[in-house]
């Protein structure tokens, strides 16, 4: 089984779409989860952390259900450089990070 | 802002030879990683480092890889004799706690190329 999985995509999407991202982890001892953004041959770059209660950022709202080891990452009003790849991460206290594969997102105008 | 950074950004090398890929962590933090991206493939985990120690290292991390903190400054991951399937993104990162929400900041990668 899969630590994180995620749907690939691509989510093709217009300008000014919301658009939601799922995430899965079969890791229930994870404590920490992020959504990274990674553009085309660049390095993960941190777009948020995700905490149980839910929290935004801008445009961007994220859900974590530990329940269900779910998590979520909702992009409103989407711009065209939003089109990147969102990787979910995981981890645990003093563990490395462990990173879902990614979904990509195309905008187009 | 303070940043992580890698050397060379580009590396061509023809299988079996042994290249090292560097890395500048930022100053004040402890806690030191490898990571590598095959294209196309998920970010994988190779090796943490602590306190002059290999904390943690994946199935990936065998004999071939070595991490070393020659100077107290960089941070190099050593590949003996390459493959071509260790062509890859290495990305180093770094951070300060090993608090779990600890942000970890990475470096622009080393594209390597194995021929």
Known sequence: RKE????PGPFNVPEGATVAFNCTYSNSASQSF????QDCRKEPKLLM???????????????LNRASQYISLLIRDSKLSDSATYLCVVNQAGTALIFGKGTTLSVSS | E?????????QVTQMGQEVILRCVPISNH????????ILGQKVEFLVSFYNNEISEKSEIFDD????????????TLKIRSTKLEDSAMYFCASRDSRAAG??????????????
């Open chain 1, 34 to 37: 992020f959504w990274y953004r």
């Open chain 1, 49 to 63: 952390s995700v905490y149980s209660s839910g929290n935004e950022d801008g445009r961007f709202t994220a859900q």
């Open chain 2, 30 to 37: 402890l806690y030191f990683y490898w990571y590598r991206q």
């Open chain 2, 2 to 10: 303070p940043e992580v950074t890698q050397t060379p950004s580009h």
């Open chain 2, 64 to 75: 071939q890889f070595s991490v070393e903190r020659p100077d107290g400054s960089n941070f």
């Open chain 1, 4 to 7: 994180v999985e995620q749907d």
């Open chain 2, 102 to 115: 600890n942000t970890i900041y990475f470096g622009e990668g080393s594209w390597l190329t194995v021929v």
